[in-house]
Protein backbone atom coordinates (compact mmCIF):
# COMPACT_ATOMS: atom_id res chain seq x y z
CA UNK A 1 0.00 0.00 0.00
CA UNK A 2 1.09 3.44 -0.67
CA UNK A 3 -0.37 6.88 1.14
CA UNK A 4 0.26 10.22 -0.68
CA UNK A 5 -0.33 13.23 1.20
CA UNK A 6 -0.89 16.59 -0.50
CA UNK A 7 0.21 20.08 0.32
CA UNK A 8 0.49 23.77 0.25
CA UNK A 9 -3.45 24.42 -1.30
CA UNK A 10 -5.39 27.76 -0.03
CA UNK A 11 -6.42 31.04 -1.20
CA UNK A 12 -4.49 33.16 -3.14
CA UNK A 13 -5.20 36.43 -5.48
CA UNK A 14 -5.29 36.10 -9.33
CA UNK A 15 -1.64 36.36 -10.40
CA UNK A 16 -0.63 35.11 -7.38
CA UNK A 17 1.92 31.57 -6.61
CA UNK A 18 0.85 28.82 -4.66
CA UNK A 19 3.17 25.14 -4.57
CA UNK A 20 1.71 22.02 -4.15
CA UNK A 21 3.75 18.94 -2.52
CA UNK A 22 3.14 15.29 -2.62
CA UNK A 23 4.86 12.65 -0.63
CA UNK A 24 3.96 8.83 -1.19
CA UNK A 25 4.90 6.72 1.74
CA UNK A 26 4.74 2.60 1.79
CA UNK A 27 7.43 -0.06 1.67
CA UNK A 28 9.28 -1.27 -1.07
CA UNK A 29 7.91 0.48 -4.03
CA UNK A 30 8.58 2.65 -7.20
CA UNK A 31 6.48 4.70 -8.77
CA UNK A 32 6.84 5.69 -12.72
CA UNK A 33 4.67 8.57 -13.25
CA UNK A 34 3.26 10.84 -10.77
CA UNK A 35 0.89 13.11 -11.70
CA UNK A 36 -1.50 16.28 -10.45
CA UNK A 37 -4.90 16.73 -11.49
CA UNK A 38 -8.26 18.68 -10.33
CA UNK A 39 -11.72 18.42 -10.04
CA UNK A 40 -13.62 21.84 -10.19
CA UNK A 41 -17.29 21.96 -8.57
CA UNK A 42 -19.62 19.97 -11.42
CA UNK A 43 -16.69 19.52 -13.77
CA UNK A 44 -15.15 16.20 -14.04
CA UNK A 45 -11.61 15.89 -13.33
CA UNK A 46 -9.10 16.26 -15.22
CA UNK A 47 -5.36 16.12 -16.28
CA UNK A 48 -2.92 18.77 -14.89
CA UNK A 49 0.66 17.58 -15.34
CA UNK A 50 2.57 14.13 -15.09
CA UNK A 51 6.21 13.60 -14.71
CA UNK A 52 7.94 10.38 -14.51
CA UNK A 53 10.75 8.76 -13.15
CA UNK A 54 12.95 9.63 -15.86
CA UNK A 55 11.75 13.66 -15.79
CA UNK A 56 9.67 13.34 -18.89
CA UNK A 57 6.13 15.78 -18.37
CA UNK A 58 3.47 16.28 -19.96
CA UNK A 59 0.73 19.57 -19.50
CA UNK A 60 -2.54 19.96 -19.77
CA UNK A 61 -2.85 22.87 -22.48
CA UNK A 62 -4.02 25.08 -19.98
CA UNK A 63 -1.28 25.40 -17.60
CA UNK A 64 1.15 25.53 -20.34
CA UNK A 65 3.70 28.01 -19.28
CA UNK A 66 2.41 28.97 -15.69
CA UNK A 67 3.06 25.35 -13.72
CA UNK A 68 5.32 23.59 -13.11
CA UNK A 69 5.81 19.71 -12.25
CA UNK A 70 8.53 18.12 -10.51
CA UNK A 71 9.64 15.46 -8.79
CA UNK A 72 12.29 14.02 -6.40
CA UNK A 73 12.58 10.50 -6.85
CA UNK A 74 14.78 9.70 -3.28
CA UNK A 75 11.85 11.47 -1.49
CA UNK A 76 9.37 9.93 -3.58
CA UNK A 77 8.06 13.61 -3.94
CA UNK A 78 6.10 15.42 -6.64
CA UNK A 79 5.89 19.18 -6.42
CA UNK A 80 3.26 22.00 -8.82
CA UNK A 81 4.53 25.20 -8.76
CA UNK A 82 1.80 26.95 -10.06
CA UNK A 83 2.11 30.57 -11.11
CA UNK A 84 -0.23 33.44 -12.67
CA UNK A 85 -3.02 32.02 -10.55
CA UNK A 86 -6.38 32.50 -12.67
CA UNK A 87 -9.89 32.20 -11.04
CA UNK A 88 -10.91 29.16 -13.31
CA UNK A 89 -7.67 27.30 -11.41
CA UNK A 90 -9.93 26.95 -8.89
CA UNK A 91 -10.66 23.37 -7.78
CA UNK A 92 -9.88 20.28 -5.63
CA UNK A 93 -5.64 19.19 -6.72
CA UNK A 94 -5.24 15.83 -6.28
CA UNK A 95 -2.12 14.16 -6.76
CA UNK A 96 -1.72 10.83 -8.16
CA UNK A 97 1.09 8.14 -8.19
CA UNK A 98 0.48 5.49 -11.28
CA UNK A 99 2.03 2.36 -12.37
CA UNK A 100 3.48 1.74 -8.68
CA UNK A 101 5.40 -1.40 -8.39
CA UNK A 102 6.23 -3.66 -5.28
CA UNK A 103 9.27 -6.02 -4.43
CA UNK A 104 7.16 -7.99 -2.86
CA UNK A 105 4.42 -8.88 -5.22
CA UNK A 106 3.50 -8.66 -8.62
CA UNK A 107 1.04 -6.20 -10.98
CA UNK A 108 1.17 -2.21 -11.20
CA UNK A 109 -1.09 -0.11 -8.96
CA UNK A 110 -2.61 2.96 -8.92
CA UNK A 111 -2.88 5.40 -5.88
CA UNK A 112 -4.64 8.92 -5.46
CA UNK A 113 -4.42 11.53 -2.61
CA UNK A 114 -7.38 13.17 -0.39
CA UNK A 115 -6.97 16.26 -2.76
CA UNK A 116 -6.03 19.82 -1.73
CA UNK A 117 -8.52 22.67 -2.24
CA UNK A 118 -7.03 25.37 -4.38
CA UNK A 119 -8.95 28.78 -4.47
CA UNK A 120 -7.82 31.87 -6.49
CA UNK A 121 -10.09 34.74 -5.82
CA UNK A 122 -9.90 38.95 -5.00
Known amino acids: QVQLVESGGGLVQPGGSLRLSCAAS????????MGWYRQAPGKRRELVAT???????NYADSVKGRFTISRDNAKNTVYLQMNSLKPEDTATYYC????????????????WGQGTQVTVSS
Open 96 to 111: NADRVVFTIRPGEYDY
Open 26 to 33: GRDFSINT
Open 51 to 57: ITSIGST
